[in-house]
């Protein structure tokens, strides 16, 4: 069975600061991973998908990396801003097609 | 609309009560997911529709809980006789129909119900 685990579980950064959360998941045989940013009391916003056949995708300050063998994604936050406080959470897809396995998720809080 | 939606966006139900939970996806989109976030957890999947067919249920918790697509589109996630355990955001999701290739197998998630039983 699919596990992920995203450490931290929480993150406290001041603004302007370069910021790493990590994914980590057991079974390496996936199809794709896409992180998710998520506000309280909200739905999921799609922030970036890698295919399993890819390393990373960048989008504007956001960089996510995957290493598949490893079984590890990260997502890079670059200039982090208070409108980036949010929980950020992974997910894989074992199955094309079929539901996403999501980690715990990290609480980010970007303060002024 | 150009989103996934879900209705009501707030249920408050006493024990014992049955619900009904709504969710419209994206028009076209062939796939369709329900997830149940507990408080401070990531969501976990509950069951998953391909057109109108229920090809996966297995993360549903009990036979309380049911789903329903009957015209591959609209679905409805019911569940008999709340109990407290239940209390959680229920998430729908949507994707269109499977590419081997590119991003077309990513997930719409709609806002959520969020469900509290007393």
């Known amino acids: 069975k699919q596990e992920v685990t995203q450490i931290p579980a929480a993150l406290s950064v001041p603004e302007g600061e370069n910021l790493v959360l990590n994914c980590s998941f057991t079974d390496s045989a996936i199809y794709n991973l896409q992180w998710f940013r998520q506000d309280p009391g909200k739905g999921l916003t799609s922030l970036l998908l890698?295919?399993?056949?890819?390393r990373e995708q960048t989008s504007g300050r956001l960089n996510a990396s995957l290493d598949k063998s490893s079984g590890r994604s990260t997502l890079y936050i670059a200039a982090s801003q208070p409108g980036d406080s949010a929980t950020y959470l992974c997910?894989?897809?074992?199955?094309?097609?079929?539901?996403?396995?999501f980690g715990g998720g990290t609480r980010l809080m970007v303060k002024p | 609309g150009a989103g996934v939606s879900q209705s009501p966006r707030y249920k408050v139900a006493k024990r014992g009560q049955d619900v009904a939970l709504r969710c419209d996806p994206i028009?076209?989109?062939?796939?369709l997911f329900w997830y149940q976030q507990a408080l401070g957890q990531g969501p976990e999947f509950l069951t998953y529709?391909?057109?109108?067919?229920?090809?996966?249920k297995s993360g549903l918790p009990s036979d309380r809980f049911f789903a329903e697509r009957p015209e591959g589109s609209v679905s409805t996630l019911k569940i008999q006789r709340t109990q407290q355990e239940d209390s959680a955001v229920y998430l729908c999701?949507?994707?269109?129909?499977?590419?081997?290739?590119?991003?077309?197998?990513?997930?719409?998630f709609g806002p959520g119900t969020r469900l509290t039983v007393l």
């Open positions: 028009s076209g989109h062939v796939s």
């Open positions: 529709f391909q057109n109108e067919a229920q090809l996966d």
């Open positions: 890698i295919q399993s056949s890819q």
């Open positions: 999701a949507s994707s269109p129909p499977f590419q081997p290739l590119g991003s077309y197998n990513e997930q719409f």
């Open positions: 997910a894989v897809h074992n199955n094309a097609g079929n539901m996403l396995t």
